[in-house]
Structure formats: C-alpha cells, structure tokens
C-alpha cells in the first residue's frame, strides 16, 4: 500500500455509503482519454476470462450467460442477473468544462475536463439491497477487466462519488468491497489555494519552524515509521506543491521519491526521485505507530474543500 493510502486511512474522512431505500443506480463509469471500440465477441471473451463462465455472443434461449448488442450498447446476462455495458465516443457531460469546474480537486478537475470518451457498467435488472454487494463486485470485476491505459477516472452515478483511476482503484474494483475504490486513494488531493490565505501560511510556517522535529524523528527511524514532506516542485513560471517520500536529509536539502504524479508538470512523475532546497518545504509529517505527526496543511486544505464542495 502505498504511503499516501494509509495516511487518508488515518486521518481523512470516508465519504457517506448510499442507504438502500434511495435505490440508487448500480454502475460504474470510466472516463476515457480516446473512444474505445468494442464488440460482443470481445466482450464475451472478456467475460468468461473474469466470470469464470462461459458466455456466448448471441442471445439465443439455450444461452444461460451471453453478450448481445452493437455499438455504443451491449446487453450482458450472467445467470439471473442482466447489465448494461456502453461505450460512447463522447464525453459523458455535457459540458466537461463547467463540470470540472465544480470539482475543486485539480487532478480530478483536469481529467473530467480532458475525457473525451465514457464506458459504463449498469445494472439492468432489479435488485433487492441484500444483493447489492454482490451486484457490486460482479460490476467491479467487469469493469476492472475493460479498464485499459485509457481510463482517466472512475465514476459511481449511484453515489456521485468520482477517483482518479490508477492501478490501486483497480485492485479496489476486484476486492469484495469495490466502492472502497472512492476511499482508498493513492494520491494527495491537490486543491486551489490562495498562497496569501491566512490558514494556509500559519501552517506553513508552523512546519518550517518544527521542522527540527521531523529531522530529530528521521535520524532515529525505525523500519515500520513512514517519513514525507511536501515542497515546492517546479520551475518559476510551472510549480507545484507535492508530496514525496524521504529518503534522506543533507546539506540544506530533502531527498526523496515523488508519491503521486503531478497536475500540470510533464517532466516527472509518481515514483521518481528528486532533490528539493529546505527553503522550498510546505509541509512535514512521520508516523510512529497509528499515531501521525505534523502534516499541518492537511486539515487546512480539507477545510478549504469542503468549504468549496458546500458553495
């Protein structure tokens, strides 16, 4: 798991469940770099790979599981259950701009606005809520197994709840609670943030001035402690604030391994190395146990979204 992930597990609200009684609709949406195309021979072939049951491409009586239809729709039928797969070379909104900007997450925000394509996973027949958790994961599976390198974020209609799609959201989409795939994430919400905004620079300043804290904590470490901090990372006219895992403390700067890609810079991305001046730090935080130290912008940065999401 990477350290982002146990960190919101922590510290970060989950988001609300759906209640049985509101019936919502039972599907999962991926927003797409590209169209996609499709055909029922391809997807029933994709079908019993993930299934584990054969399925035939015709909707013949005698055929118990089978994929009928054409494009942009496919009609699904696994046992008693029946689903709904489309694929439409369109965005999903009607207009992705004003949809992304009601998102005030900036990683979120810039996929929705850059899909170009939609695929969905829908359930068709009727469900009693007892079934919904298995309804859930057959879905999941299927979606899972059409997820490609296209795939930009993941949408939950029932729920309204939205993620980046990465390879953890596709192990959530495979365990036996696919929804955890909007709690799980592996990536830093990046927000809008004016620098001046007083909240913002006492919690920077606080980190800076306790950063001795972090450096003390680091020296001792132990195997089981995680240990990041968050700079800024970027040229003068192309920056961000970004969060990286430390590897090591040395002459006035931090070394350590990027934990999520970034927004807008295109020359690095999750995973790599980098080195950034103390000058540059944003933000500090180590575990010790369940126990989590500093990460003082964090709050911040939930309060100010919140503050957004609530108009």
């Known amino acids: 798991m990477r350290f982002w992930s ?3 597990r922590v510290i970060l609200n989950r988001p609300p469940r759906p209640s049985a009684k509101q019936k919502p609709l039972i599907a999962f949406v991926l927003f797409l770099s590209e169209p996609r195309s499709m055909d029922s021979t391809t997807l029933a072939e994709i079908a019993t790979d993930t299934l584990g049951v054969t399925f035939r491409d015709d909707d013949r009586e005698e055929n118990e599981n089978f994929v009928a239809g054409s494009p942009p729709s496919f009609v699904l039928k696994y046992g008693d259950d029946c689903f709904l797969i489309n694929t439409f070379p369109r965005p999903y909104m009607d207009d992705p701009i004003r ?3 009601q998102i005030p997450e900036l990683r979120l925000r810039k996929l929705i606005v850059d899909h170009e394509a ?6 068709l027949s009727d469900a009693h809520p007892r079934d919904l958790a298995r309804l859930y994961r057959i879905i999941g599976k299927l979606t899972a197994a059409l997820a490609d390198e296209d795939c930009l974020a993941i949408f939950a209609p029932g729920t309204g709840q939205i993620a980046v799609f990465d390879d953890e959201a596709r192990s959530c989409l495979t365990s036996p609670d ?3 795939v909007f709690e799980n994430a592996s990536y830093p919400a990046v927000v809008p943030v004016s620098r001046d905004d007083p909240r913002i620079k006492a919690a920077v300043a606080r980190a800076r001035r306790t950063w001795r804290e972090f450096e003390a904590a680091f020296e001792q470490r132990r195997p089981d402690q995680n240990f990041a901090a968050k700079a800024r990372i970027g040229t003068a006219d192309c920056f961000e604030y970004m969060w990286l895992t430390v590897t090591g403390i040395e002459n006035g700067y931090i070394y350590g391994k990027l934990d999520n890609d970034p927004v ?6 999750c995973g790599d190395r980098v080195r950034v001046a103390l000058r540059d730090l944003n933000d500090w935080l ?3 146990g369940q126990k989590v130290h500093g990460g003082f912008t964090i709050d911040v940065l939930r309060r100010i979204q919140e503050e957004m999401q609530s108009g």
């Open 99 to 101: 949809a992304g900007e």
């Open 286 to 288: 180590y575990t010790d």
């Open 118 to 123: 939609w695929l969905s996973v829908d359930l």
């Open 264 to 269: 807008e810079l295109t020359t690095i991305r």
């Open 6 to 8: 146990w960190l919101r």
């Open 178 to 180: 696919p929804l955890s």
